[in-house]
C-alpha cells in the first residue's frame, strides 16, 4: 500500500524517479521475455495452433458496438451501463454541440459573489463548478467549490478572491469531443466556453 500511496501522493515525482529503475528492468527481463514467448509460441505450433500477436488481436468500432448489444439483449448490462458503454463508443464520433450545456440554463455566479453565496449555490443545486460572469455578462473563468470551503470567517463575506478563479479553455461548436478533451486537459480545466462561428458564447462543456 505504501508504494501506491506515495505515487497517488505525487505521481509526477515517483514517475522522474522510478522511470530509470523501470526502463533497467524491462532490459535485464526482456530476453528472458522473448525466450518464453519463443517457447510457448512453438507449443502451440506443435498442437497445430497458429499463434497471434495480441496487439494485432484487436475489434473494430462496430464489433465492439455488437459485442455491447448483444450483452444488453442477454441481459449482462442494465440500461445504465448500457448507456454508460454507449456513450464512451459515441465519443469519439460527437461534436461539442451535441453534449454543451446551453447558456440560459446554466446556474451562475457574479464575479461580486462572496463564499457564503457559493456555498449556497452548491447546497441548492448539488453542482461543484460555476462559471463566473464579469461585469458585462461574460465567461471570466469559473470557481470549484473547494477552493472557497476553507475561507477564513473574516472573507467570508466579502467578494471571492480573483486567485480563485480558474481559466474557462474556449472550444467551437463544431469542434470534435476527444480534441475538445485535449485542449482542456492542456489548459487543467475541467470546464469550457463554447463559440459558435460568430465568436458568440452559446454555452459550456
Same mark, same amino acid.
Given at each position: 500500500?505504501?508504494?501506491?500511496? =506515495?505515487?497517488?501522493?505525487?505521481?509526477?515525482?515517483?514517475?522522474?524517479?522510478?522511470?530509470?529503475?523501470?526502463? &533497467?528492468?524491462?532490459?535485464?527481463?526482456? @530476453?528472458?521475455?522473448?525466450?518464453?514467448? #519463443? =517457447?510457448?509460441?512453438?507449443?502451440?505450433? +506443435?498442437?497445430? =495452433?497458429?499463434?497471434?500477436?495480441?496487439v494485432a488481436s484487436t475489434y473494430s468500432h462496430d464489433e465492439v458496438a455488437g459485442l455491447v448489444e448483444e450483452s444488453r439483449r442477454e441481459g449482462? +448490462?442494465?440500461?445504465?451501463? *448500457?448507456?454508460?458503454?454507449?456513450?464512451?463508443?459515441?465519443?469519439? &464520433?460527437?461534436?461539442?454541440?451535441?453534449?454543451?450545456?446551453?447558456?440560459?440554463?446554466?446556474?451562475?455566479?457574479?464575479?461580486?459573489?462572496? @463564499?457564503?453565496?457559493?456555498?449556497?449555490?452548491?447546497?441548492?443545486? %448539488? *453542482?461543484? !463548478?460555476? @462559471?463566473?460572469?464579469?461585469?458585462? %455578462?461574460? #465567461?471570466?473563468? *469559473?470557481?470549484? =467549490?473547494?477552493?472557497?470551503?476553507?475561507? /477564513?470567517?473574516?472573507?467570508?463575506?466579502?467578494?471571492?478572491?480573483?486567485?480563485?478563479? !480558474? @481559466?474557462?479553455?474556449?472550444?467551437?461548436?463544431?469542434? &470534435? +469531443? *476527444?480534441?475538445? +478533451?485535449?485542449?482542456?486537459?492542456? !489548459?487543467?480545466?475541467?470546464?469550457? !466556453?463554447?463559440? /459558435?462561428?460568430? %465568436?458568440?458564447?452559446?454555452?459550456?462543456?
Amino acid at each position: 500500500m505504501v508504494p501506491k500511496n =506515495i505515487a497517488l501522493a505525487s505521481p509526477d515525482k515517483a514517475s522522474l524517479i522510478l522511470g530509470p529503475f523501470m526502463l &533497467g528492468v524491462v532490459f535485464l527481463l526482456k @530476453p528472458l521475455v522473448v525466450a518464453l514467448n #519463443f =517457447i510457448a509460441n512453438m507449443c502451440l505450433k +506443435l498442437m497445430k =495452433i497458429e499463434p497471434k500477436d495480441e496487439v494485432a488481436s484487436t475489434y473494430s468500432h462496430d464489433e465492439v458496438a455488437g459485442l455491447v448489444e448483444e450483452s444488453r439483449r442477454e441481459g449482462l +448490462l442494465d440500461d445504465d451501463e *448500457y448507456e454508460l458503454v454507449s456513450g464512451a463508443l459515441d465519443f469519439q &464520433g460527437g461534436t461539442v454541440a451535441q453534449v454543451l450545456l446551453p447558456r440560459d440554463s446554466l446556474v451562475t455566479i457574479e464575479a461580486e459573489a462572496t @463564499p457564503i453565496d457559493i456555498e449556497l449555490a452548491c447546497a441548492q443545486t %448539488g *453542482y461543484s !463548478r460555476f @462559471p463566473v460572469r464579469d461585469a458585462v %455578462g461574460d #465567461f471570466s473563468g *469559473y470557481l470549484h =467549490i473547494k477552493d472557497v470551503l476553507e475561507t /477564513d470567517l473574516d472573507r467570508r463575506s466579502l467578494p471571492i478572491a480573483d486567485k480563485w478563479l !480558474r @481559466p474557462l479553455s474556449t472550444v467551437a461548436t463544431e469542434t &470534435g +469531443l *476527444y480534441e475538445a +478533451l485535449r485542449v482542456m486537459q492542456a !489548459r487543467g480545466s475541467h470546464m469550457a !466556453r463554447v463559440a /459558435d462561428g460568430n %465568436g458568440g458564447v452559446v454555452g459550456v462543456v
